[in-house]
């Protein structure tokens, strides 16, 4: 949109607005509707609630006699629209009883927020979201269109404060805008989406429906220009109304239908939710019925206070890259619902027995809605405090989330199934706080324990009288008179089980403490499984290593590494790009907080500040975690720069200090190679720095025709040789082993106690291109 169309589209709502407003400050809302009788006299039919004759005492039924001492007839509102607005005096007559009403000038609370105070903030509001769409969203045609609607929206929301009190510019904008606001929409619709290259309606549409709004407009022009507003035109804007969103619902619903597998899926269904909320209460709570039974089950206003739903929506899609997940977010709406209806219908039903005055059937419903939006609500309130404060509100030793997080934290320092079914009984017995806990196994098919610990005899025969049947399923609970058990393991030949004597408070489980027990078995099960597969790989491993030639096949050791290294990569790469990310935020957020709020204490920003200085002593550990699990730029600095590097690092936390050459290295090297090399001094100076207790370390990298050498020696403790095989099991020389034994090399060891510790690994020198140094 050029500037000088901005401009003039800002001056004419800001303009009107002023208008507007000063209208309704200046005339109260009298809130009178008229009937005319069989004799030709104006009848107060209605009286507003919350208007000026509301709160005034004028009573339906009366007889309007006069306005401002002339004929009711000749005031244009009673004339045009059967209402007394904006007036200064005005005489009624009841039961042959003259009253006269002047100094009309003040207006109630209820009215000045639902008509002026709640108007202007989603006017400021439009304006406030337009400008960041203008700042966030790419210069485009669709961009200027949502402004535009968000712009008329929020003027004619604002001139419903001027059309109540029947200001007939307020009349002509409110009723003009609320029908060019669904086309303008629908024409954003067509354009957003043709930027996206995706159609499935015809510009046609929107271009019928300009001309039936024009033409609409221009009758509406005359007639309030004429102050000749005939009786059938009165139900013709509404009617208009309900057919545009009519068709507003078809195609975007139509839309949702056709695209919702694809990658626009989503976006369709943001638009449909935010324009169900918009538009639906204002359609079938106000619209319809007011048009059908001529009664209304909310207000104008209230019915566009939802509208705010419909800018916010369309901001969110515009304005951010990730979004939140809508279907789940809709699933749990419709379930509160669902919980809520029940008793959203019961209590308007007790209402009606103890209230003893008789209440239209329209009220009940206007109840029924307020308690249902109302729970729907409070149930939403609830879980998301439920999951923000349930740490704050529960100790996390007996949380049943925590425990599992503490127990799947604790499940990878295990080794054993033995020692992992210790750590889940200490976890069961403090957090559910049972009495006796025992671990047992038994065979399927013949009376054969295998137990953990001493079980009492009465236990045991306590198992076979009543758990005769061992077919049970993982997670299965079993509970008698002596307690409870839960299945963590099963198999063809056993089943086993955590068995428990009872709560200490002698209680039963309840449904909580089930599903806890449930779960923490499942996931015990599957660190059983694994770790038996593990078991089992080790023993092909071991298989092989019992070889004379005490080397594993090369491809297996080339493949495991392969593996390996592809795991570090992606762990680094996660570690960056989740947890690295979200300190990095978090770290920023605290420097902001201390460095912009000046109201903090001394103590508070002191604690504050230790705090921020631990979060970088994380981003620091991250980082470095990151460098080791995958080396920064070593395919772009090469193997010596690499090395250089590493050493600097272990020289800084280590207290051994490093001599590197590299003199006689002028090989060109594979990224296998590279990677082998780094490695394996890697590993070298982990020992070093464990286990050696050196002072000097000596690293050579030497290469000629036909071999690369690489020397490491220490002045270390050393140890005894002649345990070779617990010496390669016991400080990681087993890696480095089968490394060099992956890439056809050779490892030689020389060490004895107090005299060092000394290794010459060489590779067979085959030339590559695709790393140089």
């Known amino acids: 949109m050029s500037n000088w169309k901005q401009t003039v589209l800002v001056s004419f ?8 407003t000063l209208i309704s400050l200046s005339q109260p809302l009298i809130g009178i509707d008229l009937e005319r009788s069989q004799n030709g006299a104006w009848v107060i039919s209605q009286i507003k609630e919350g208007s000026w004759a509301d709160e005034n005492g004028v009573e339906a039924g009366a007889v309007l006699t006069s306005v401002q001492g002339k004929s009711p007839e000749d005031y244009y509102t009673v004339r045009m629209f059967h209402e007394l607005e904006s007036v200064e005096s005005f005489t009624v007559e009841k039961l042959d009883k003259k009253v006269t009403y002047s100094s009309i000038n003040e207006s109630t609370l209820l ?27 790419a210069k485009r045609f669709s961009a200027n269109q949502l402004m535009l609607y968000f712009l008329l929206i929020a003027l004619g929301y604002l001139s419903n404060s001027g059309a109540v009190r029947d200001d007939l510019y307020s009349i002509f904008l409110n009723s003009i805008l609320f029908l060019i606001s669904p086309v303008v929409l629908i024409h954003f619709l067509y354009n957003y989406f043709s930027e996206l290259k995706v159609y499935w309606f015809s510009k046609k549409v929107y271009q019928v429906l300009y001309v039936l709004v024009s033409l609409i407009t221009v009758l509406e022009s005359y007639f309030l220009i004429t102050t000749n507003y005939p009786s059938f035109f009165y139900n013709v804007p509404p009617f208009t109304l309900l057919g545009l969103y009519i068709v507003l619902f078809f195609i975007i619903f139509k839309g949702l239908h056709s695209y919702k597998d694809t990658s626009v899926g989503t976006i369709f269904k943001y638009m449909s939710i935010g324009m169900s909320v918009a538009f639906f209460p204002y359609i079938f709570l106000y619209l319809i019925p007011a048009l059908t039974i001529k009664e209304k089950i909310i207000p104008l206003e209230i019915g566009a206070l939802f509208l705010i739903a419909l800018p916010i929506t369309f901001m969110y899609l515009v304005t951010r890259e990730r979004l939140i997940d809508i279907t789940f977010v809709i699933g749990r709406l419709r379930y509160y619902a669902l919980l809520s209806a029940l008793p959203s219908i019961l209590i308007p039903c007790i209402f009606s027995i103890y209230v003893r005055e008789e209440i239209a059937m329209i009220h009940y419903l206007q109840i029924y809605l307020g308690i249902h939006v109302l729970l729907i609500l409070l149930l939403s309130i609830k879980e998301g405090l439920d999951f923000r404060l349930q740490k704050f509100l529960f100790v996390a030793k007996y949380s049943y989330q925590e425990s599992m997080h503490r127990m799947s934290k604790d499940m990878k320092e295990q080794s054993n199934a033995v020692d992992l079914m210790k750590v889940m009984r200490k976890e069961i017995g403090n957090v559910l706080k049972v009495r006796e806990m025992y671990i047992y196994s038994i065979h399927n098919h013949r009376k054969m324990y295998c137990v953990y610990d001493p079980i009492p005899a009465d236990i045991l025969d306590h198992f076979d009288d009543y758990f005769p049947n061992r077919q049970y399923d993982i997670g299965s609970i079993l509970e008698t008179d002596k307690g409870f058990g839960v299945i963590v393991g099963f198999t063809l030949d056993k089943v086993t089980m955590l068995w428990c004597r009872g709560k200490k408070d002698y209680t039963n489980l309840n449904r909580d403490e089930k599903t806890y027990l449930q779960t923490i078995s499942h996931n015990a099960n599957i660190a ?109 600095m090469g193997l010596v720069h690499s090395l250089e590097n590493l050493i600097e690092q272990y020289q800084l936390r280590s207290n051994f200090t490093v001599y590197f050459t ?45 071999q690369i050498m690489l020397l490491y020696s220490d002045d270390g403790q050393g140890m005894d040789y002649s345990l070779q095989r617990d010496l390669f099991s016991h400080i990681g020389l087993s890696g480095i082993e089968q490394r060099v034994n992956g890439l056809n090399g050779h490892l030689e060891i020389e060490t004895a106690p107090g005299e060092g510790f000394k290794s010459i690994i060489t590779f067979p020198y085959v030339l590559s291109k695709e790393v140089g140094l």
């Not at 078991?535 to 593996?563: A, M």
């Open 528 to 636: 059983i499984e694994n770790m038996n597969l593990i078991e089992d790989l080790v023993k092909e491993l071991r298989t092989l290593r019992s070889d004379p030639t005490h080397k594993s096949p090369t491809w297996l050791s080339r493949l495991v590494f392969t593996i390996a290294e592809n795991q570090r990569k992606q762990l680094s790469i996660d570690l960056h790009d989740t947890v690295l990310q979200e300190q990095l935020y978090l770290y920023r957020r605290m420097d902001d907080l201390i460095n912009k709020r000046s109201d903090l204490s001394k103590t508070l920003e002191a604690e504050l500040t230790i705090y921020k200085e631990s979060l970088l002593d994380s981003i620091h550990l991250i980082r470095e975690t990151c460098n080791e699990l995958r080396p920064a730029f070593i395919e772009e």
């Open 111 to 137: 009215h000045w927020t639902l008509f002026i105070l709640l108007p202007l903030l989603f006017l400021i509001a439009a304006f406030w979201i337009s400008r960041i769409v203008e700042k966030k969203v």
């Open 662 to 706: 590299s003199d006689g290295f002028d090989a060109k090297l594979d990224q296998e190679h590279v990677l082998t090399i780094f490695r394996v001094v890697q590993e070298l100076l982990t020992n070093a720095s464990k286990h050696s207790n050196a002072k000097i370390v000596k690293l050579s990298l030497s290469s000629n025709q036909h």
């Open 13 to 20: 709502i800001l303009l009107s607005a002023c208008y507007i």
